[in-house]
């Protein structure tokens, strides 16, 4: 089966062409990131208005990159949720409207599944089931997955996401956006543990995860320190982030009884996150998958595959979204609980 991917549930149009059999054929992505760093963050209006002119083309351009027509699609999958309501509509009105015209089904994929089902794009893909790490600007979960549609959440932040922790760090830092990036560079330059930050419920008795007093506690020191400590105070940040991600993940490992760990969302990408991981997993004769790099941010891949996976598990008809496009019945979901879903279909 031969599937159409669209992601436009913030700043990155995706698009991608995925078949069952043969696997991901072509993807490609316009990342929003030049237009939205003249506001240090992302404009939901502007980042709406960039996907209507991006999604078109990318769709022509991986199409054409697949060697196969628009005819050839048996169904085209988009982004449902969570993310930006505008943003999502965009995706799920050029989705709805290319399966309505092709008389294909439309479907709905949540953001967050595509995610941790990623890294199974990889060379050497996880087998189920495993615990998933989503780390990005917007979550930051630890979930059990034990087949694809069940999903089980053990722990989340409380507050800050790890990734919007970076964001909001590295603006402190005088740093420009996204702060991800630029903050894992400076932290580079920089030695962890000259000064000393909280890890704020590194030892509570669940699973939960906070990152907002650690951004707090930044603001505070960087009015004691001068300009010429940013890159330590920066690697002391980077440093107590993976310590609290590495903590609860192998918490979680121990609590499952899993032996694979799926880490997945853009601060995935972080090095000394994956080391550390790396490093604690293997102490525990665990073993740590990734998405390939390119693969860490938002992409229309992993939506074409989230959605191949479920039609090879429960087929074409069952996978289909319960709403019938000829009526136009069709929704996006800027919040959506992924552990509302189920094999079959979206709740």
């Known amino acids: 089966m031969l599937i159409l991917g669209i992601e436009s549930s913030c700043d990155e149009t995706g698009l991608a062409v995925y078949d069952t059999q043969r696997g991901l054929l072509a993807d490609a992505l316009h990342s929003q990131v030049a237009m939205h760093n003249e506001y240090g963050g992302v404009v939901p209006e502007l980042a709406s208005r960039d996907h209507v002119r991006r999604v078109v083309p990318l769709a022509r351009q991986v199409l054409a990159s697949a060697g196969v027509a628009l005819a050839d699609l048996d169904a085209i999958a988009y982004t449902a949720g969570p993310g ?163 903590t609860k993940a192998m918490h979680a490992l121990a609590q499952t009884g899993f032996e694979r760990l799926v880490v997945a969302g853009g601060v995935g990408a972080n090095l000394r996150l994956r080391a550390r991981l790396d490093s604690e997993a293997a102490a525990r004769g665990a073993r740590v998958f990734y998405p390939p790099l390119r693969l860490c941010t938002d992409n229309g891949a992993m939506i074409a595959f989230a959605a191949g996976l479920r039609l090879t598990a429960v087929g074409l008809a069952a996978a289909a979204p319960a709403g019938d496009p000829a009526r136009g019945s069709f929704n996006v979901r800027p919040r959506w609980d992924l552990a509302s879903l189920t094999a079959a279909h979206p709740a």
């Open 84 to 246: 930006l309501a505008g943003a999502l509509l965009v995706g799920a009105a050029v989705a709805e409207a290319l399966a309505l015209a092709l008389g294909v089904p439309a479907l709905p994929v949540h953001h967050l599944e595509g995610h941790l089902l990623s890294p199974m794009l990889s060379p050497e893909p996880p087998a189920l089931p495993f615990l998933a790490l989503l780390v990005s600007g917007g979550h930051s979960q630890l979930m059990a997955v034990r087949a694809v549609g069940d999903y089980q959440l053990l722990g989340e932040t409380v507050d800050d996401a790890a990734g919007e922790a970076f964001d909001k760090t590295a603006k402190l830092l005088g740093l420009p956006y996204p702060g991800g990036p630029a903050l894992s560079a400076l932290a580079a330059k920089g030695r962890a543990g000259r000064f000393r930050l909280p890890r704020p419920m590194l030892h509570s008795d669940n699973l939960d995860m906070s990152f907002s007093g650690l951004k707090t506690a930044v603001a505070t020191l960087l009015r004691e320190v001068g300009s010429d400590d940013h890159a330590d105070v920066a690697a002391e940040f980077q440093e107590a982030v993976a310590e609290l991600l590495s």
